[in-house]
Nanobody, 115 residues
Framework: QVQLVESGGGLVQPGGSLRLSCAAS????????MGWYRQAPGLQRELVAR???????NYADSVKGRFTISRDTAKNTVYLQMNSLKPEDTAVYYC?????????WGQGTQVTVSS
């Protein structure tokens, strides 16, 4: 079993930046794909960014060029650097770890982009 804890959310003005962190309870990056998802009120949860066990990355079209997913293996932590934030980025952001048939979710952290 894997436990994930997100942090780093908050209120930021449009054009600002935030860095989200996802701390895992054990060393899993060699086995699991890690992803960031978000869910805004009334909308479905959507994939934002993903990093594979080999380090490959994928991004939603809406965040390409603005967000960067990375990991620090020594700290068992995955990051989401968010730049040039827009009001449309407002959502609860969740960390996910996947190795089929298993998946684990963090509790989420709120990101609000508003002037």
């Amino acid at each position: 079993q894997v436990q994930l804890v997100e942090s780093g959310g908050g209120l930021v003005q449009p054009g600002g930046s935030l860095r989200l962190s996802c701390a895992a309870s054990r060393s899993i990056f060699s086995l699991y794909t890690m992803g960031w998802y978000r869910q805004a009120p009334g909308l479905q949860r959507e994939l934002v960014a993903r990093i594979g066990s080999t380090g490959s990355t994928n991004y939603a079209d809406s965040v390409k060029g603005r967000f960067t997913i990375s990991r620090d293996t020594a700290k068992n932590t995955v990051y989401l650097q968010m730049n040039s934030l827009k009001p449309e980025d407002t959502a609860v952001y969740y960390c996910k770890a996947v190795q089929p048939p298993y998946d684990y979710w963090g509790q989420g952290t709120q990101v609000t982009v508003s002037s």
